[in-house]
């Protein structure tokens, strides 16, 4: 099975040659603990951290998941949270469907509860905000990826985790409210694509 036909045409169009040497540098150790879980045959925990769990560990979650399935990379279990949970932007939402993926709203009110498909026959990612240690969450035997410059700052210790890797992204936030609110939002969806399709196409079977 493969990805929708919109999500496979976009990733079969993504140069990975855009990323600089020193990005790949940062994004090495994630690559790492998947190759080291991989040759072991050992499931794949990957929890997405920022701050309030609303946007950035959101796409990061969804695309890591995404590529995981693409290059058929079996017992990769993908997660986000945050230091505090407020609620998935809506903007994330709209980006994720624009681009190609199923997006059902489950639930309304302050906190929505999505569920974002990849493919047809592929369980759903259930993408709302909560906190990094939230039951939704693995206990032990992750990798957590810090997302947010403030998220890693926060917390030097992510309970539970085996590895902690800081792989940070601009926060499209920063262009809510104005003219380039989507064209941000799809540049910092794409820009997590291109790096989630990097480190997966690098792991070897």
């Known amino acids: 099975m493969k990805t929708f036909t919109n999500l496979e045409n976009l990733i079969s169009s993504i140069d990975t040659n855009s990323i600089s040497e020193d990005r790949k540098q940062t994004l090495r150790p994630l690559l790492d603990f998947i190759q080291e879980k991989k040759s072991n045959n050992q499931e794949i925990r990957l929890n997405f951290i920022c701050t309030h769990n609303s946007r950035r560990s959101h796409l990061a979650q969804i695309w890591a998941q995404t590529m995981a399935f693409h290059f058929g990379i079996e017992k990769v279990f993908c997660y986000s949270g945050g230091t505090e949970a407020t609620a998935l932007f809506s903007m994330v939402a709209k980006t994720l ?88 939002y799809q540049e910092r969806s794409l820009q997590i694509a291109t790096e989630m399709l990097f480190v997966f196409s690098k792991i070897q079977s």
Request: hydrophobic residues 30%.
């Open 97 to 184: 469907k624009n681009t190609g993926f199923d997006v059902q709203t489950l639930s309304e009110g302050n906190n929505p509860v999505y569920s974002i498909k990849y493919s047809e026959n592929e369980h759903p990612v259930i993408g709302f905000s909560k906190k990094l240690d939230d039951d939704f969450n693995p206990k032990s035997e992750f990798c957590a990826i810090m997302t947010c410059d403030s998220a890693n700052e926060a917390c030097p210790f992510v309970p539970g985790a085996t590895k902690r890797v800081p792989i940070t992204f601009e926060d499209p936030k920063a262009f809510d409210n104005t003219p380039q609110q989507a064209q941000k």
